[in-house]
């Protein structure tokens, strides 16, 4: 007989047998079920990653406001170009091939006026070479003959295409026309095989090359009037910005190394600085080289002339990257596991410290003139100051042989104890001489920053800083930048105690 039992949480019908044993009656699911659970799973999972795209394109607009002002210009473009469909008077000027003016604007819109300027004059000036050559090699084959005249378009194709294309592979070309010499190759096959079917070839070479003008043509007037992002200050801002994190990540990696057990205080350390900074350093090469030459097409704007040295920039990305180079091997002896004693880190702490705060204010200094534009006038004084330092730690390297010799004359005198004792003590010393050898090649290395920098304001006519900041800028420095008798006698004090 059936029975009906109240749980928690419903109701449950049971069978109960003949032997006196119960069992559950559970409704099995239809495939109607199990296609509806499925469907709503799938329609589930679906809006939770619309979701999650719609923020991450929420937070990356966010983040950068610019690139939606971008996309607004982008649908601004294709709308006022589509209005030649619209306008007859300018659709029969160009007949059928007012579709070219819309994929122009498609393909030449970029984010930066450098980068909008140098493909829509590649873009014209490929089309209008390749249109005349074009035009010329139908008439040589017109003139050849009905028979040879397919002969002498092939072989036409074949040589100047061939040509065109090995010149994508010189770097010279490469830089700066590779976009010009792809729209060559795809206008002067398209023109000249088309030009063996219709007649009137040069009408055609004619409408084509006007709506490519009007397509480039509003691209320009748009990404300069609308919200211009230039080319040339986003290079210039970029290099000021790595030098930033090339400083700070040399004070991380120096701090981290002289971190005794933890005595550094929270606010002292630096984390990820050591392991991001230098890092975006290594990795800006290519974008530097794309900025510098899309900023070598723009004109004249803000405080950047039409003939600013673009080109030194590239000088200040390689010598920031031979920093950096080593700033990646200081970070390489703090996570290294051979450490040495830290009695000899104590000692040498204060010094390296110096160094590596009198060789990071050099590099916000330049960081600093890089972003005003302006000579500093404490330049001179912070590499002194750092010069300054990196012989006083010279000197703090060749004190340390003294540092363990009371050590040894405790010990009984003999063959076998100098051969035990005199690789010990070489052990001890080779990781911080590694640490200090590397620190003094990074100051070397920021005066190859310096000379490039000071090549840059000598060439672009840098104005110098007003009196009143720079003396402001001298008195912070004497602030920031610790006396030498204040090192001397901590200095004193560590070697009274060992």
């Not at 069978?15 to 799938?42: A, F, H, N, Q, Y």
């Not at 999650?52 to 966010?62: E, H, Q």
């Not at 983040?63 to 029969?92: N, Q, W």
């Not at 060439?459 to 204040?486: G, L």
Request: aromatic share 8%; hydrophobic share 40%; charged share 20%.
């Amino acid at each position: 007989m059936a029975r009906q039992e109240k749980e928690t949480g419903g109701v449950e019908w049971r069978i109960t047998l003949g032997d006196g044993s119960s069992k559950s009656l559970v409704p099995e699911t239809g495939p109607v079920s199990r296609v509806w659970m499925g469907l709503k799973s799938l329609i589930a999972g679906f809006v939770l990653k619309v979701w999650k795209f719609l923020k991450k394109a929420w937070d990356i607009g966010v983040d950068d406001p610019r690139k939606v002002i971008h996309c607004l210009k982008v649908g601004m473009a294709l709308t006022v170009v589509s209005l030649v469909y619209f306008t007859r008077p300018l659709y029969e000027g160009v007949g059928g091939n007012a579709m070219w003016a819309i994929m122009t604007v498609v393909v030449v819109f970029e984010n930066t006026v450098g980068a909008t300027i140098s493909k829509s004059l590649n873009r014209v000036s490929g089309t209008t070479l390749a249109g005349f050559l074009a035009f010329g090699v139908h008439w040589v084959a017109s003139q050849s003959g009905h028979k040879f005249e397919p002969v002498v378009i092939g072989a036409s194709v074949f040589l100047l295409a061939s040509a065109a294309t090995f010149s994508r592979f010189i770097p010279s070309v490469k830089a700066r026309f590779d976009y010009g010499a792809l729209i060559f190759i795809l206008t002067f096959s398209l023109v000249a095989v088309s030009g063996y079917r219709v007649e009137e070839l040069f009408d055609l070479a004619h409408q084509r090359l006007s709506t490519i003008i009007i397509g480039t043509s509003l691209c320009v007037l748009v990404t300069m009037l609308i919200c211009p992002i230039w080319a040339g200050q986003e290079l210039n801002a970029l290099i000021s910005r790595n030098m930033d994190k090339l400083a700070d990540s040399l004070d991380g990696c120096v701090e981290g190394y002289f971190d005794h057990h933890g005595e550094l205080e929270d606010s002292d350390k630096q984390p990820g600085k050591n392991l991001i900074g230098y890092k975006c350093v290594l990795n800006s090469k290519t974008t530097e080289e794309s900025m510098t030459n899309f900023a070598r097409w723009e004109p004249a704007h803000g405080r950047f002339n039409f003939k600013h040295p673009w080109k030194q920039y590239l000088k200040i990305g390689a010598s920031m990257r031979s920093c950096a180079y080593s700033i990646e091997a200081l970070n390489n002896c703090v996570d290294s596991e051979n450490q040495a004693p830290e009695s000899i880190k104590k000692h040498l702490s204060n010094i390296c410290l110096k160094v590596s705060s009198n060789s990071s204010c050099v590099i916000k200094e330049l960081a600093k003139t890089i972003k005003t534009l302006k000579k500093s006038s404490s330049i001179d004084f912070l590499v002194e100051e750092m010069s300054s330092a990196v012989q006083d730690l010279q000197n703090e390297i060749k004190s340390l042989p003294n540092l363990l010799r009371p050590a040894e004359l405790l010990l009984p005198k003999s063959k076998e104890t100098e051969k035990t004792t005199s690789p010990i003590y070489l052990l001890e010393v080779i990781p911080v001489v590694i640490l200090v050898s590397l620190l003094i090649e990074t100051s070397s290395r920021i005066q190859d920053i310096v000379k490039t920098v000071e090549e840059l304001a000598n060439a672009a006519e840098f104005k110098a800083e007003d009196d009143d900041k720079a003396k402001q800028n001298q008195a912070n420095m004497n602030r920031i930048v610790p006396s030498q008798q204040d090192d001397d006698r901590q200095t004193e004090k560590a070697l009274e105690r060992v």
